[in-house]
């Protein structure tokens, strides 16, 4: 039997969209912050500015590349409705909370992965997210109560070489 161990809790809206338009509103403020810097300075001159200017620019670029990452992926989220890349398969609720189960797809180059989320409704559209456990690779689970109050998450073996998994915790400590 596992105990109870939560990753750092994350702000997350409900509306998919939502998460990945944020990411992309942060990530572009950064190069708009670099430059609004930089043509702000008093700089007496301007021989200052456009090595500054530079400097400024090519520390934008992994930010812009990063945004229109975001951008595609945000665009498939809107086209299937949901995420693809992150499927929810089963869930079950506690006090306050609800644990949600989710397969993770990373695309031809990776296998699917099993995730175990705790879910906390903070105000309507915003929940509070934090990952339990992670399995990898892993295809298929089932999220089940026990009598004792506790909850089962059994994890299907994917391929060979692999075995089934068993996580029991208590949801409500």
Known sequence: MAFLVSSPIVPRFEFGPANYATVIGLSLSVPCLLVWTTLSLPVKGYAW???LGIA??????PFILYSLFA???LVMVIRHGTDP??????????RGAVYRV??????AATSFGIVLRREQLLVPGV???SVVQNFYPAGNATLKRLPSGFFRLSVDAYGEGTKAEVFEFNPDG
Not at 56 to 61: D, G, R, T, V, Y
Not at 85 to 92: D, G, K, M, R
């Open 127 to 129: 929940k509070l997210v």
């Open 56 to 61: 400024a620019f090519l520390l934008s670029i």
């Open 49 to 51: 500015r456009w090595p």
């Open 71 to 73: 951008c595609v992926a």
């Open 85 to 94: 890349s992150f499927q929810s398969i089963a869930e079950l609720g506690s």
């Open 102 to 107: 989710y397969r993770t797809d990373g695309g």
